[in-house]
Each structure stands twice: as C-alpha cells, then as structure tokens.
C-alpha cells in the first residue's frame, strides 16, 4: 500500500513546498535553534499569527516588509564600527602617496588607528577620513576595494573575519521571515555601498533591498564609455529620523516589523509601530559581556538609552542576548 | 501503463510549474500576443537567450533587473505629462481657498490649465505649482489625495482613465519577463508618490520597485504620533544622468534590460548598454498620429532625438509603434 501511495506522499511534499506560503507548512525542524525564553516565543507567536490566512492578524505577503539594522543588530558593532576600521585600513594603505598627511594631526591620527584622537575631530573630521577614504574612484572600483577587505580583514579583538561576526540568531532570523514570505531589508546608518558587496552572500539580501548612507555619486562620461564617480559629499543620512524617511523612499510601504539595537533605530520601530494593524518591534539589547559587548545607555557606539524606556512603555521585545542567544557567532572558517 | 506513469506526469508538470524557472516550460499561449515584427522577435530571442541555463548568455535570475521609463513608454504622456495634469486639477481644487491665486498670472494659467503660459514660467513656475499642488500635507494623504484623481479623472482626449492608457503591449511585456524571473523596477522622471498608489494594481509593479523624482519628506512627532510631512523642495530628478544614479542608489546593479522612450532615457540605456555580459535596451517610437500620437525629434513632450541616432549606432532595438502594435491600450473599462 505504502509503494502505491508513494508517489501521492511525494506530490503532497512538492505542493507543501511549493508557491507562496511554503514555509507554513509541516515544519519538523526548529526555525530558531539558537534562540530560547520569550523573545523566540514573540517572534514565532508574530510570525504565526501574521501568516495565519483565516486569522484576524492576516497580513498578506505583499506587506510583509521586515526592516533590520545592520550594526550591533545583524553584526557586532565594537570596539568601534566595522566600517570606521575599514576606512583607517583604507588611508593606512593610501598614506604612501599622501605624504602631506604626515603632518595633519587627524590623518596621522586615522593612519594609527587612533580612535580617540579622530573622535574629537567631530564630524568635520569624520567627513574629512570618509572622503579620503570613500569618494574619488568609481563605484565600480569602490565595490572591488570593499570586496577585497572583507575578504581579508581581522577583527582586532576576535581574530575573525568581520563576516563571521555576523549574529547566528539573526541569520536564522532572516531565514525564517523569508520562509514565511517577508521581504527583508537592512536599513542601516552604515554606508550603503559598504555593504552590499556582501550582503547577499552572508545574509541572503539582495543589493536592491540594502539602504543605508551614502554620499553623492556623479555620471561621467568619457568618449564611449560611462561611469559613476564616488564625490565627497554627503548625499544622506539614514539614521534616526532618516530611517523612516529612507524607507519611506525606497519601500513606499510602512514595515511589518523592524529590527534595531540602539537610538539611532527608535524612529524606524515608532514609525512600524503606527501602522495600521499588526506590527512587531524588537531591540537586540546587548547584555553579553563575555561572549560579545555589554553596553547600552551610556555607549558611544550604539547607544540604547531613550529606546528601552520606549520599548518597555510601548511593550516591545527586548532581547536579552546573554539569556535568550544560546549561540552568538556562526562557526568560524578557520 | 499510462495510468501507472500519470502521477510521476503529474509530478513533472508540479515541478516544472515551481520553483524559479517556471516560465522557461512549456509555453503554448502566445506571451506576447499584441506585438509583432522585428522588435516582438528580438524580445523573444533575449529573454530565451538569457534564460538558457547551458547557453553562453546564461544570466541568473538575480541579475534579471529590468528598468521602465513610466511617461510614454508604459502609458501616454500627451498633450502633457498627466502628472500635470493631476496638478492643474489639484490646483483648481484649491483655489477657493487661496483667492490671492486670482491675481497672480502663473497660479490663475494653472487654474484655467492653460499649459502654454505655464510653460513660460519655466523650472521655477513649474516648482510653484508642485509646492502648491503637491506639498504641505502627510505622505498618507497625498496618497489618498492621488488614488481619488487616478480612480476619477478623466483624459481629455480619449475620455479614458488614465490608468487605462497604459500600453496593453507594455503590460505583456512586463508579465513576460516576471514569467521569466525578472524584477521589473519603474525608473521614472515622474513624481515616485505619484506613481506608487496605483502602479502594483496596473502593471504589477510594487511600491519598493517604483523609483522616481521626489520632493523632501520630514520626520514630524506630535505627542504620539508620528507623520511624515511633504515639503516645498526637491529632493531628487530621476532624469537623464538622474536615472542611472538612482538605479544605483536604488538597485545597486546594472539592469539587464532598460525600456524607455525619450532622451530623458538615454543614460540609463547606456548604462545598460555598458554592462557586462549580455544587455537589451528598447526605445518605444511614438509613430501612430491615429491611434495614438506621432512625435519625435521636436517634441516638448517626451523628445527623442540624440537617443534615435545612438540607438541606431549600437542597434538597440526601436519599436515601430504604428506597425509592430497590434494594440494600443487595454479594453475601456466602460
């Protein structure tokens, strides 16, 4: 009997697996492994009312938009922003053919890796370190030198690759909102270019669904052929307030939910918690101080201070990394 | 026999129907009944080329990025764009509550629609009337404020909603490369939240796949709330250079395949032009006075001119809309 009805089992796999609403059937395999205590239990209790097509929650999966942060949400964010070590690394290796940098308290500064001294150049300074390390080559030429530094650059603390630094749980995450239809984007503060060279291989998210900052980039047009050119010049600021402004331009659709670790995401989740129906919003709150960092309210680098006041008044998840991440990091490459 | 193989028939045709290469499989509906001639088989020919797994022009469904122009190459733009025409309509509508317009010569043409002397104003009469006709209130209302005009106003022509003068051969078009795993992204000179309220029901194409020219949006809190206010100021023309930066900032990859009509096009056909590996690119000719409009080289609307010698250069393909458009338009609704 079993041989006959074969085949009609194999169908019925196929269909289950098959179209718009794969994920929501048998699943015999935890979603979540490296997560445990409530904020697994929200997420999936979230997911499945969401997805639930009879339920009063239903959101369609045209709507199902999941926002995330990249730094201190998808990855770590310490000692300082990923992004900031690569733009030292970046003038270190131009220092040769500047010379005059020498002698200029802040490149000298960045070329040491000193943070502190760059720091109280204030934005100014910031700006000064991101042109010099960011704008004048094309964009094409600015994706090869990202590629190549985040294939080979080592995490001064870990030793690893910054891409094995990327949060096992949010992996996981992503995989099971996309399993259950959601669009994921990154919303980052972080450069958008900075990213997207990377960003499909190590979290399945595609260039298109990757916003961040980003500087003004030119056409130029040489003969028969045609470019675009890195300037040094701020184009915009996704961070804060710039959030929901950016999602608003490139999404067009308030978020279902949304992802973040510090400040600098609480008008992303206020902006998803006004929409009409149901919403989900978590921060990842970093209380790991032997795994990874333990910081919040008085941190430089993702500071979370105003943001867990709102989450608690607002009742949004929190998620308590030290308890509720069994594991931190994927494995290692070597 | 048959009936012993009819469920593994039937688990062919499930797995040949799911999945990425749906489209690819047997196909014996004509996909693009409404075309014909050369440009029909030059359409045909890339995307089979492109789709090909073991063929040299093999592109991966991730890289299938395809870019439309909206105004008159998915829908008419004559007399003028209807975006104006959506801002005149707007205008008059409040008019009553700005008697200081009676008086001023730009704002009262606007009322009358008088396009002629709106044109004189140039750049900053234009700017006038967008501040007034499409800044002030909440992204949510403009919303609703479009989706009324779209739902109700009719062409002045053709006493058509404008919805249903979108180019029935474009709609194949767009559903035939989706079949075939591209994402179809509107990259358009028009207004981005004008186009986002109806474009998902009328060409499939969702809000996070329509990009276009922008005002600034602000972040506004009051109290609990949390709105975002359209202002009086540009933020960005998707126009010329403007469309590849904006693909750029948008998509982060070259589009396979660009689709536009006009000399406002022509960057973004030689960006893709300029990609690595195979590309397509498609002017759409406005060559039928009778069933459409004739216009080309003079026109101030929607102007073809350089793009028609380069396109004849580097043998893009030209749609000859007169004869290789069996149809215009969809049916009237009524």
Redesign the interface.
Known sequence: MLRILF??I??LL??S???ENSATTIETVDPLPSWQGDSRDALIEFVESVTNEGGANYVPP?DR?ATFDNDGTLWAEQPVYFQLIFAFDRVKQLADQHPEWQGDSLMSAAIRGDVKTVSGFGMGGLLKIVAASHAGMT?TEFEGIVTEWIETARHPVSGRKYTEMVYQPMLELLAYLRANDF?TFIVSGGG??FM?PWA?AVYGI???Q?MGS?IK???EESGD??V?RRLPEL?FIDDK?GK??GI??????RPLAAFGNSDGDL?ML??TD?REGPSFQMYIHHTDAEREWAYDRDSHIGGLDKGLDIAAEKGWVVVDMKNDWKTIYPPASE
Not at 248 to 253: D, L, R, T
């Open positions: 085949p009609y194999f169908i196929l269909v697996g098959c179209g045209a938009i964009t669009k958008i270019e997207r499909e595609p260039p298109e990757v980003s980039v030119e056409w052929s045609f675009l184009n307030e929901p402004v608003h331009y490139f999404i067009g659709k008008q206020q902006w006004g």
